[in-house]
């Protein structure tokens, strides 16, 4: 990451409104069109003292190009070097890179990382508003955007995307934990050695920047400021991985299910959950899907499936007392097999983009062999249903249930704790 210097470059004086200036303070008036104001709907309502910067990771995979803006001043950097700056809003800029350089517009710029910090308002990539910095980091003729922001804000923009607007403020402040608990865990632990700490999409959770933020998600992250989940004995709690999910379909199960995990009772799982009832998608299937794209979609994945040649069958290795399929032999012609986790086919499934994968909502059901096709029966719940189940959540919610309660529930003896 570039440092920012605090003094302004010899020579660079401040932009006109619609002007970017290049290093050697050339200007390119015109270059631009023009870009409206953006009033915010939500003032930040936090003093922001010793709160951890988050990295998000907005692009995956990489891109060509981006529309970026700003609601008024900015600065531009690449490189550590100041590139040009304004007190006015930043008309639309198209940024590229390619051969070694940036160009923004007309603008161009070598140097491998670019950074757009706003110096009051917000910045735009395309209609969406964000807190923070932008940072634009180069791979080949192509960038990752990365949205560096304050750990709070980047909640408020989390809850609203994750819970419907109508839900109780007790599921918005137990999920703020959950989801804080989760971020900071990635940020010490994934996040090490990379450019960014999460994504902005379900592979994480979902982001949507300050164009989601809105006055129950600001009130959840004010009510439950810096709050995360940890275990242990007393003085020696640690934050773990909180994931959650839409709905557990009637038992929480087990981070194992998903993941190698510790063993630890908030991670454990097994607990029925009857709040979920009402999520449309409590109760699904069947769904069938033909063994040939089953096989194509889990080849792509995984190179030791591709050796199989083809797909005669999927069967069951190991389930859970509740019956939701663990492990998984995905059988060859021949009679060789490879083991994968069912969460992990359905992942494949889904990445493939075939029509009927859209309605495996997820792999608590019954796995069967129909023939030419791999049938999903008697489906339960959205989701992997580890940790907290969102529509669980407020169901117990409805029924008077506070946060901490819910918490207590989903994450078994784990404890409410400060992290700063």
């Known amino acids: 990451m570039a440092r920012l210097g605090r003094s302004r470059p010899t020579g660079l004086r401040a932009a006109a409104p619609v002007a970017l200036l290049a290093a050697a303070a050339m200007a390119v008036a015109g270059l631009l069109a023009s870009c409206a104001r953006e009033k915010a709907t939500w003032r930040q ?17 990489p891109v060509g190009a981006a529309e970026i803006s700003s609601t008024a001043g900015y600065r531009l950097w690449v490189d550590g070097k100041l590139i040009s700056q304004s007190a006015d809003a930043m008309p639309v800029a198209t940024m590229r890179h390619g051969g070694g350089r940036w160009s923004f517009n007309a603008l161009s ?15 735009r990539v395309g ?5 923070g910095r932008l940072r634009l980091v180069a791979d080949a003729n192509q960038f990752t955007l990365i949205n560096d922001v304050d750990l709070e804000s980047y909640l408020a923009g989390v809850l609203s995307e994750e819970l419907y607007p109508a839900w109780s403020p007790a599921t918005y402040q137990a999920l703020a934990v959950a989801a804080r608990t989760f971020a900071l865990y990635q940020m010490k632990t994934a996040g090490i050695g990379r450019d960014f700490d999460v994504g902005d999409d379900q592979a994480s959770q979902v ?20 709050q995360v989940l940890a275990y242990g004995p007393p003085g020696q709690e640690r934050i773990f991985l909180a994931q959650y999910s839409a709905c557990c379909g009637g038992v929480v199960n087990g981070a194992a299910v998903i993941r190698q995990s510790p063993d630890i009772p908030p991670l454990a799982g097994g607990q029925r959950c009857d709040d979920c009832r009402q999520c449309p998608k409590y109760r699904w299937g069947p769904v069938s899907i033909p063994k040939a794209e089953v096989y194509r979609a889990a080849a792509q994945a995984y190179p030791a499936v591709a050796n199989l040649g083809s797909l005669a069958t999927v069967k069951v290795a190991s389930a859970t ?8 032999d995905l059988v060859g012609p021949g009679g060789h097999s490879v083991r994968l986790r069912a969460e992990d086919l359905r992942g494949a499934l889904l990445h493939s983009g075939l029509p009927a994968t859209k309605q495996l909502y997820s792999m608590n059901c019954r796995i069967e062999d129909a023939g030419t096709a791999i049938e999903f ?20 919610a409805e029924r008077g249930w506070q946060a901490n309660e819910i918490l207590r529930f989903y994450y078994p003896e784990s404890r409410v704790q400060a992290a700063y």
Not at 45 to 55: A, E, F, G, M
Not at 379 to 389: Q, R
Request: aromatic share 10%; charged share 20%.
């Open 207 to 226: 982001y949507g920047g300050a164009s989601a933020e809105t006055d129950k998600s600001w009130r959840a992250v004010r009510a439950t400021h810096g």
């Open 377 to 396: 029966a008697d489906g339960k719940g959205f989701g992997h249903g580890v940790g907290l189940c969102q529509w669980g959540a407020q169901g117990k």
């Open 45 to 61: 309502p936090l003093t922001l003292r010793n709160v951890p910067t988050i990295r998000v990771r907005l692009t995956a995979p």
């Open 321 to 328: 007392v509740y019956g939701r399929p663990v492990w998984l």
């Open 109 to 123: 710029v070598e140097g491998s990382e670019a950074m757009l910090e706003p110096t009051g308002g917000f910045l």
């Open 127 to 131: 209609k969406t508003s964000y807190r």
